[in-house]
Structure formats: C-alpha cells, structure tokens
Nanobody
Framework: QVQLVESGGGLGQPGGSLRLSCAAS????????MGWYRQAPGKERELVAA???????NYADSVKGRFTISRDNAKNTVYLQMNSLKPEDTAVYYC???????????????WGQGTQVTVSA
C-alpha cells in the first residue's frame, strides 16, 4: 500500500558529498517520523538520522556535523545530505517511514529497498 523509493546512492570520494532521496507514495494519510538507516557488510543495521513531522532531528554520533536530514512533507520525501564522506560510511542505506494509512487505523512501518553508498578513492 505504501512504497518508499530511494535514489542518489553510488560512489563517493573521501571528503566528498552525496545526497540521498526517498519518496513515499501510496495510501498515505500522513507520515510521522522518517529516517535513514545503514547496514555495512557483517554489521547490524544502525540508525543514521531521523526526523519527525515537525522537523526535530536525531543523528548517530558517527555522522553528527557531517550529515543533514531534511524532509518535504508536501512531497512525502526525506533527504540525507552526506558531506565529508569517510570510507566507513560505506554501506547499504535504507529509508524508513512511520505511515498513517488512509485505509487502516494506526501507524505502519515501511522500508525502502536500500541504496548502496561506497566511499573510496
């Protein structure tokens, strides 16, 4: 009923920048928190950054000061601006959203398919 489509991953240089986007579509009444998670090979998925519908943000310590999360509520889209990239940022990045549907009562958790980010010279 809801699809999250990510874009913007790829190869980045150490010290460089990449911008991820995630657009939600489907039977959406409203979206509460949206966030980005990442999973590196052999590691557990971890929260990178999250943002509430009101714009409050939360970041992992490892990305504070380098990454910025933002959202466009009118477009049901969340962004992750990644600056000063490091090789340890290499991972598959997943978008997450807490969605209130038009068809069922309650909030449901949705995930994107993931986009690969590789930081290498």
């Amino acid at each position: 009923q809801v699809q999250l489509v990510e874009s913007g991953g790829g190869l980045g240089q150490p010290g460089g920048s990449l911008r991820l986007s995630c657009a939600a579509s489907g039977s959406i009444f409203s979206i509460n928190a949206m966030g980005w998670y990442r999973q590196a090979p052999g590691k557990e998925r971890e929260l990178v950054a999250a943002i509430t519908s009101g714009g409050s943000t939360n970041y992992a310590d490892s990305v504070k000061g380098r990454f910025t999360i933002s959202r466009d509520n009118a477009k049901n889209t969340v962004y992750l601006q990644m600056n000063s990239l490091k090789p340890e940022d290499t991972a598959v990045y997943y978008c997450n959203a807490g969605v209130v549907l038009t068809t069922y009562f309650g909030e449901y958790d949705y995930w994107g398919q993931g986009t690969q980010v590789t930081v290498s010279a």
